[in-house]
């Protein structure tokens, strides 16, 4: 069965402190692995989508890279507004549904 | 446009009630899903349609029907709920049901049964 672990649960950053946020998957054959934020009571909204090994994407303060058992999400100088719960979901090859880690609750302070 | 477009945003229904969620994008999306999300959870899928045909139910309860009229709608009619099936429900489409090019989730649905 997939398995999507996302670490930390929580974390308060400092405006401009960098950090990083990981996601561990266990997934037979991965079709796809998504980067989501939400914020609270909306639906997600799209980040990144990696599909191999190697893989890096890039959204103005966000870095997604991904490895053959996990994905790291890079904040570097974050600000308030990316204050939100960074969600992780994969699908499996042939699949047809997303399966999400419990997602990290970011805050940064001003 | 670009959106997935859910509605009502809120409603608040009780037990002995029936209502119908909504969900309306018009990308040219083939693919359509409904979401439950309970507070501090991830997202958890219920159904999908792909070619306005239902391919996945996810063993839910009979007192949600979903109903895809057209390749551009989406409803979830609820009957008979319970107080637990409180919760954000999101409706999301993609290109094909193998979320190629991603996926595009509305704003959701706060459901309150009482």
């Known amino acids: 069965e997939d398995q999507v672990t996302q670490s930390p649960e929580a974390l308060r950053l400092q405006e401009g402190e960098s950090s990083s946020l990981n996601c561990s998957y266990t997934?037979?054959?991965?079709?796809?692995l998504f980067w989501y934020r939400q914020d609270p009571g909306k639906g997600p909204e799209f980040l990144f989508t990696l599909y191999s090994a190697g893989e890096e994407k890039e959204k103005e303060r966000l870095k997604a890279t991904l490895t053959k058992k996990e994905s790291f999400l890079h904040i570097t100088a974050p600000k308030p507004e990316d204050s939100a719960t960074y969600l992780c979901?994969?699908?499996?090859?042939?699949?047809?549904?997303?399966?999400f880690g419990q997602g990290t609750r970011l805050t940064i302070n001003p | 446009d670009t959106e997935v477009t859910q509605t009502p945003k809120h409603l608040v229904m009780g037990m002995t009630n029936k209502k119908s969620l909504k969900c309306e994008q018009h990308?040219?999306?083939?693919?359509m899903y409904w979401y439950k999300q309970k507070a501090k959870k991830p997202p958890e899928l219920m159904f999908v349609y792909s070619y306005e045909k239902l391919s996945i139910n996810e063993s839910v309860p009979s007192r949600f029907s979903p109903e895809c009229p057209n390749s551009s709608l989406l409803n979830l009619h609820l009957h008979a709920l319970q107080p637990e099936d409180s919760a954000l429900y999101l409706c999301a489409s993609s290109l094909f049901s193998g979320g190629d090019y991603g996926y595009t989730f509305g704003s959701g649905t706060r459901l309150t049964v009482v």
């Open positions: 997934v037979s054959g991965l079709r796809g």
């Open positions: 979901a994969v699908q499996e090859r042939g699949a047809q549904k997303l399966v």
């Open positions: 990308m040219g999306h083939r693919a």
